[in-house]
């Protein structure tokens, strides 16, 4: 790169000339010849660096056009995170700058600068997309893969519960192994919680750890996660007896009813996954309400770094399950570029199930889940095998769900002409 040196104005200097003293000449010392092949070799190193790093598509050269996607999203932020889906995105063209954010804040808060939008289940997407038409800005919505909702805990709290009849471990497990694995009967668990049983009465002292706190699974913030809304929806379904609420006034009793059996909790953290999966976890929450692929890709991970699975943390099922279906809502052409390709590539579509998320089929179809049971047992991890006879939960009325949220939590109402409905 040329230098150019700055002309500056001097004013001219008068006086008596002075005798100017020249410097000794300097005869020019000869390069050797490794001196003078020294910067062509690094020349031809850093243009080698530059063909291979391009054609893995890791860098932005002068003639490629990457799109920078603004985008707001809750937990599925980790499959964007994740250095290969960024990796391969490059590829396509695509950067994503993430603004993460619970599900709920996303649908309440403006989304006017952004490509994308991408909450983690139905309920805060109906707001999002009924939001948008009542703006008179329809959006397109693409759905790539879904992941249940599911209890993390810990061994010695699933055992305790297996003993007390409230969980049994699902089938599947190699001989001799220990079941990563449980289905928990929802009815039974949430009358613990009723009955004000706790830990310690329940026989967890046979493991070697006290607990005198109450029978309970910690959530997410209610006002902000999908995660805590919709296992709100699966407790009220369990507890009403498998009913749900038909009016704003039964929404408000069904809510009143279940309401101390998910504020025990205390402080609800942003992110219990991220508690879940710390040192610290089994002593700040037992139970911790998660998605299924936060939990298989920790032992993805587990296996890859150790050789081996993380047998202490470990899955419950809920037996009246709900499938959360997180909906990738595209604001731009832009944004509908990125949900088309996240939604058809091969290579982005088997990165999602190797980060744990059951991948739908590339014409949209239903969630399959043969190919994630397949690649967890070839690396030597154990697969869920869930039962059809569950019972399948069913979340209420969209205006209906708001108004139970609200009841709960003590949450601020989502705009009107986005829950839709009657006003409650």
């Given at each position: 790169?040329a230098?150019?040196?700055?002309?500056t104005?001097?004013?001219?200097?008068?006086?008596?000339?002075?005798?100017k003293?020249?410097?000794?000449?300097?005869?020019?010392?000869?390069?050797?010849?490794?001196?003078?092949?020294?910067?062509?070799?690094?020349?031809?190193a850093?243009?080698?660096?530059?063909i291979?790093?391009l054609?893995?598509g890791?860098?932005?050269?002068?003639f490629?056009?990457?799109?920078?996607?603004q985008?707001?999203?809750?937990?599925?932020?980790?499959?964007?995170?994740?250095?290969e889906v960024?990796?391969l995105l490059v590829?396509?063209?695509?950067?994503v700058?993430?603004?993460?954010?619970?599900s709920?804040?996303?649908?309440?808060?403006?989304?006017?600068?952004y490509?994308?939008?991408f909450?983690?289940g139905?309920?805060a997407a109906?707001?999002?997309t009924?939001?948008?038409?009542?703006?008179?800005?329809p959006?397109?919505?693409y759905r790539?893969?879904?992941s249940p909702?599911v209890?993390?805990?810990?061994?010695e709290?699933?055992?305790?519960?297996?003993?007390a009849?409230?969980?049994t471990?699902?089938p599947g497990?190699?001989?001799?192994?220990?079941?990563?694995?449980y289905?928990?009967?929802?009815?039974?668990f949430l009358r613990?919680?009723?009955?004000?049983r706790?830990?310690?009465?329940l026989?967890?002292?046979?493991?070697g750890?006290?607990n005198g706190?109450k029978?309970?699974?910690?959530?997410s913030?209610?006002c902000e996660a999908n995660?805590?809304?919709?296992?709100?929806?699966?407790?009220?379904?369990?507890?009403n007896?498998?009913?749900?609420?038909?009016?704003?006034?039964?929404?408000?009793?069904?809510?009143?009813?279940i309401?101390?059996?998910?504020n025990?909790?205390?402080?609800p953290?942003?992110?219990?996954?991220?508690?879940?999966v710390?040192?610290?976890?089994k002593?700040i929450s037992?139970?911790?309400?998660i998605?299924?692929h936060?939990f298989l890709?920790?032992?993805?991970?587990?296996?890859?770094?150790?050789?081996?699975?993380?047998?202490?943390?470990?899955?419950l099922y809920p037996?009246?399950?709900?499938?959360?279906?997180?909906q990738?809502?595209?604001?731009?052409?832009q944004?509908?570029?990125l949900?088309?390709l996240?939604?058809?590539?091969?290579?982005?579509?088997?990165?999602?199930?190797e980060l744990?998320?059951?991948?739908?089929?590339?014409?949209?179809?239903?969630a399959?889940s043969d190919?994630?049971?397949r690649?967890l047992?070839?690396?030597?991890?154990q697969?869920?095998?869930?039962s059809?006879?569950?019972t399948?939960a069913?979340?209420?009325?969209?205006?209906?769900?708001?108004?139970?949220?609200?009841?709960?939590g003590?949450?601020?109402p989502v705009?009107r002409?986005?829950?839709?409905g009657?006003?409650?």
């Amino acid at each position: 790169m040329a230098t150019h040196r700055a002309e500056t104005d001097q004013p001219r200097r008068t006086g008596e000339p002075r005798l100017k003293v020249g410097a000794p000449a300097v005869t020019p010392r000869r390069r050797s010849p490794a001196r003078r092949l020294i910067p062509r070799a690094v020349a031809a190193a850093t243009a080698l660096c530059a063909i291979v790093v391009l054609a893995q598509g890791h860098v932005e050269l002068p003639f490629a056009r990457i799109v920078t996607i603004q985008a707001k999203m809750a937990s599925k932020a980790d499959y964007f995170e994740d250095p290969e889906v960024q990796r391969l995105l490059v590829r396509h063209g695509f950067r994503v700058h993430i603004t993460r954010m619970g599900s709920r804040g996303i649908a309440q808060q403006s989304y006017d600068d952004y490509d994308i939008v991408f909450p983690s289940g139905q309920p805060a997407a109906d707001l999002i997309t009924r939001r948008r038409a009542a703006e008179g800005h329809p959006a397109t919505t693409y759905r790539p893969f879904v992941s249940p909702i599911v209890l993390g805990t810990y061994r010695e709290y699933a055992e305790t519960l297996r003993a007390a009849g409230i969980a049994t471990p699902l089938p599947g497990a190699p001989a001799g192994a220990r079941p990563l694995y449980y289905s928990l009967d929802m009815a039974k668990f949430l009358r613990a919680t009723a009955d004000g049983r706790r830990w310690d009465g329940l026989g967890i002292d046979r493991h070697g750890i006290h607990n005198g706190n109450k029978v309970l699974a910690q959530t997410s913030d209610i006002c902000e996660a999908n995660s805590a809304g919709t296992y709100l929806g699966l407790v009220s379904y369990v507890w009403n007896h498998d009913n749900i609420p038909q009016t704003p006034a039964e929404a408000t009793r069904f809510a009143e009813r279940i309401r101390l059996l998910l504020n025990d909790q205390g402080m609800p953290s942003s992110e219990k996954n991220e508690t879940y999966v710390s040192a610290e976890g089994k002593s700040i929450s037992p139970i911790a309400v998660i998605y299924e692929h936060q939990f298989l890709a920790h032992q993805i991970a587990a296996r890859a770094g150790t050789g081996r699975v993380d047998g202490e943390r470990v899955l419950l099922y809920p037996s009246a399950r709900f499938v959360t279906e997180p909906q990738l809502i595209a604001l731009t052409p832009q944004g509908d570029r990125l949900g088309e390709l996240i939604s058809k590539d091969p290579a982005l579509r088997r990165r999602a199930m190797e980060l744990g998320l059951r991948v739908r089929d590339a014409d949209g179809g239903s969630a399959t889940s043969d190919a994630l049971t397949r690649f967890l047992r070839e690396r030597g991890i154990q697969a869920p095998v869930l039962s059809a006879d569950d019972t399948k939960a069913v979340l209420p009325r969209l205006d209906l769900l708001e108004r139970m949220i609200e009841v709960v939590g003590d949450c601020e109402p989502v705009p009107r002409s986005a829950a839709g409905g009657e006003a409650p």
